[in-house]
């Protein structure tokens, strides 16, 4: 009897080559894709270790590897709003752009090109279906859950993805690695944005976008120093501001608490817990929901507002012209414009998500409806 052939996305790692074993133990004809996506040569980001990888593992489990290179495409659909952002006074998380507008979609395309119908990658995510439409949920592993990145993938490329640690532990997949040995069974897991890699994250951005002069202000009006620009910083950020302490305060550290972005100020309070850094409310744009609340609003809801944080209790309130209004139970620490805001139900399923345009901060009386 014929295998069914089934694409899978092949890092290198050791998440993607365990779903690799997974997936032939489950009958299937894997085809493993290798995406370069990054081309830099000052670059850390071992693409060529990887690749080297993914083709010993491939070859020790008898599949079929193809390297494809995506960086034009990367830099045009997803590098390239990252810069934007970043010149608006935004946050972004390119992964969540990537997997929606890169990964999933050259899966596809390649899945059609030799005759395969069904995807899967090795992100921790499970799929659900709910009255015959297909949703993303959490991984088994709420530790490595990355639901929060795929947000974005309609029913319709769901119906077909396989994602085969949805019901493991991080360490049982590597005990799993080690049981067939596998090369990378004690890999290190990659981390951060893959094109920065181990640089300091500013030092990479101001690579591309002009420096712009401006002032560090704190929230009481004191000028505490200078800055080269609004978008090499973020609310809820300590380091890099070159302010030190003051006793008055009790030699607390300080902390960006909101940006005046036509200004080009940047503001600042002391303490981890300074109440500016506290919102209760926020809008969200480029609205993706995987069905339709109008009828159902306002919803109770649980919400992420950046990854690896905990599930937040909130109300969606209003959902019009690709806006969403959300009010929190309670205050948020650091909630930040750019990032993406997911939702999910009691159950873990994810009902959808958006981008963070607009937060509250109460304590300076500043609302979202002024």
């Known amino acids: 009897m014929k295998k069914e052939k089934i694409v899978l996305g092949i890092s290198g790692g050791v998440d993607s080559s365990v779903a690799a074993l997974l997936l032939q133990k489950k009958g299937y004809d894997v085809h493993g894709i290798f995406m370069k996506n990054w081309d830099d040569k000052n670059a ?10 993914a083709s010993s593992i491939c070859a020790s489990l008898n599949i079929p590897l193809t390297k494809i290179n995506y960086t034009k495409e990367y830099k045009d659909r997803v590098f390239s709003q990252f810069l934007k952002d970043h010149e608006l006074g935004l946050t972004p998380n390119p992964d969540v752009l990537c997997n929606k507008e890169i990964k999933f979609d050259v899966f596809q395309q390649y899945a059609k090109k030799i005759g395969a119908v069904k995807i899967a990658s090795g992100h921790y995510a499970n799929i659900l279906t709910k009255n015959d439409k297909f949703f993303i949920s959490k991984a088994k592993d709420k530790s490595k859950d990355q639901s929060y ?60 976008i002009d420096k712009k002069k401006g002032d560090i202000i704190s929230l009481d009006g004191e000028l505490m120093g200078k800055h080269d620009g609004h978008m090499f910083f973020t609310v809820g950020q300590r380091k890099g501001l070159g302010v030190g302490a003051r006793k008055s305060a009790f030699d607390m550290p300080w902390y960006v608490v909101k940006k005046d972005i036509e200004k080009n100020i ?82 873990g399923l994810c009902i959808g998500g958006g981008i963070i345009k607009k937060r509250n901060i109460p304590f300076l009386g500043k609302e979202l409806y002024e």
């Not at 850390?44 to 990888?53: G, K, L």
């Not at 040995?181 to 181990?198: E, H, P, R, V, Y």
């Not at 599930?311 to 650091?334: G, T």
């Open 44 to 53: 850390i980001c071992s693409a060529e270790d990887d690749y080297a990888d």
């Open 149 to 208: 990145f795929l947000y974005q993938l309609t029913d319709e490329i769901l119906k077909n993805i396989e994602f085969p640690l949805g019901n493991l532990y991080k360490n049982e997949v590597r005990e799993i690695a080690e049981n067939n040995k596998l090369i990378n069974a004690k890999k290190k897991d990659s981390t951060g944005i893959c094109f920065i890699g181990d640089r300091q994250y500013n030092k990479f951005v101001e690579q591309f």
């Open 266 to 347: 940047v503001y600042i309070a002391q303490g981890a817990d300074h109440p500016a850094l506290f919102s209760d409310e926020l809008i969200a744009i480029n609205i993706f929901m995987n069905d339709n609340l109008n009828d159902k609003l306002p919803m109770f809801c649980y919400a992420k507002v950046r990854y690896r944080d905990n599930d937040k209790s909130c109300q969606i309130i209003s959902l019009n012209d690709d806006q969403c209004y959300i009010k929190f139970d309670e205050k948020i620490k650091a909630i930040t414009e750019g990032q993406s805001i997911v939702f999910y139900d009691k159950y």
